[in-house]
């Protein structure tokens, strides 16, 4: 799980400095987080990120929805958290999850 956290953040666990996206990165990952300090691997991008928010769900009960609809409604983030953790497609999974901690990282860049 520790890529997500730091595709999260966009941060290097090491060295703290942020992460750079290089592409392209081999099928069907879209991009890879790289330290340009430390240069080791940070985990997969899975789609761009500026695309997440309206990203279309292909399945469930909020089929043909975006991400950002779906976080929107009563218990949309509570689904997404569920779907990122259950659904049985690893990709979709990571879409989901990366989508959750932007949507963390957002929220604690306007608190502060
Ligand atoms: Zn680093």
């Known amino acids: 799980m520790s890529w997500i956290l730091t595709a ?3 941060i290097c666990p090491l060295c703290e400095c942020a992460l750079q996206i290089e592409r392209p990165a081999s099928p069907p990952h879209w991009g890879l987080w790289r330290c340009p300090v430390c240069k080791k691997n940070r985990g997969w991008v899975p789609t761009p990120p500026e ?9 469930g009960r909020n089929k043909g929805l975006t ?3 779906i976080a929107g409604r009563t218990s ?3 689904y997404l958290r569920w779907c990122a953790e259950n659904l049985k497609d690893t990709r979709l999974r990571k879409v989901i999850a990366t989508y959750l901690q932007q949507l963390e990282a957002e929220a604690e860049k306007v608190s502060v």
């Open 8 to 10: 999260a953040k966009a």
């Open 51 to 59: 695309e997440l928010h309206g990203w279309v769900m292909p399945m």
């Open 67 to 69: 991400l950002s609809t």
């Open 76 to 78: 949309g983030v509570e």
